[in-house]
């Protein structure tokens, strides 16, 4: 795919994004990082429900590719994007727009792949004051985007933040243990105040 065309994917997939959340305002960050394009986060916040869903941006502009691989197929490989949906309205998770952009840049930084099931350790609070350091990716809300041949969809993860001792249990028992854990203990993962499940 030509420059062009990198630019219709984000314009594809922003325009997707606001069809299917149904905000067709979102604000919008920038985030930017040395030697990378820049990414945005989009937050969809119009809504009665205090639903506010945050959106990467920029992260499907390339194929992800596997680190081990020599030549990276400019066209062909899994493309991402990542959904984060907490409750409480706009104002709830100072800063989450700079962490989010973090992961969304780690398969240009550090070669990640992201995939459902991923768990993804920041080592810091995902916003200020969050016990959440960490984030288990799944399937979002949002359907796959098709994009032109021979290039894959975008597929929109959903990010769940973690504490460390769920992280710890992902990587004990794995992630639908975790997911098994929280709808037994009634949790919503959406829930930005609510505490780790007891495990």
């Known amino acids: 795919m030509s420059d062009?065309?990198?630019?219709?994917?984000?314009?594809r997939v922003r325009a997707h994004l606001i069809a299917e959340i149904g905000?067709?305002?979102?604000?919008?960050?920038?985030v930017t990082f040395l030697g990378l394009e820049s990414l945005d986060v989009l937050r969809f916040a119009d809504n009665p429900d205090g639903i506010v869903r945050y959106a990467t941006l920029g992260c499907s502009r390339h194929p992800m590719a596997d680190p081990?691989?020599?030549?990276?197929?400019?066209?062909?490989?899994?493309?991402a994007e990542l959904v984060l949906t907490l409750v409480g309205g706009a104002g709830i998770a100072s800063g989450v727009h700079k962490k989010l952009a973090v992961l969304a840049a780690s398969p240009a930084v550090e070669g990640v792949v992201l995939v459902?099931?991923?768990?993804?350790?920041?080592?810091?609070?995902?916003?200020?004051?969050?016990?959440?350091?960490?984030?288990?990716?799944?399937?979002?809300?949002?359907?796959?985007?098709p994009l032109p041949e021979?290039?894959?969809?975008?597929?929109?993860?959903?990010?769940?933040?973690?504490?460390?001792?769920?992280?710890?249990?992902?990587?004990?028992?794995?992630?639908?243990?975790?997911?098994?854990?929280?709808?037994?203990a009634g949790v919503d993962v959406r829930d930005p105040h609510r505490s780790a499940v007891t495990l």
């Open 23 to 30: 905000d067709e305002n979102p604000s919008s960050a920038s």
């Open 150 to 184: 021979p290039s894959d969809p975008v597929h929109f993860l959903s990010v769940v933040p973690i504490t460390g001792t769920e992280a710890a249990w992902v990587r004990l028992r794995g992630a639908d243990a975790l997911r098994e854990a929280w709808v037994e």
């Open 68 to 79: 081990n691989e020599l030549v990276a197929d400019p066209n062909r490989g899994p493309r």
């Open 4 to 11: 062009s065309v990198f630019g219709s994917v984000i314009a």
């Open 116 to 145: 459902d099931d991923a768990l993804l350790d920041l080592g810091e609070p995902l916003w200020v004051g969050a016990p959440f350091t960490a984030v288990l990716l799944g399937a979002s809300e949002v359907p796959d985007l």
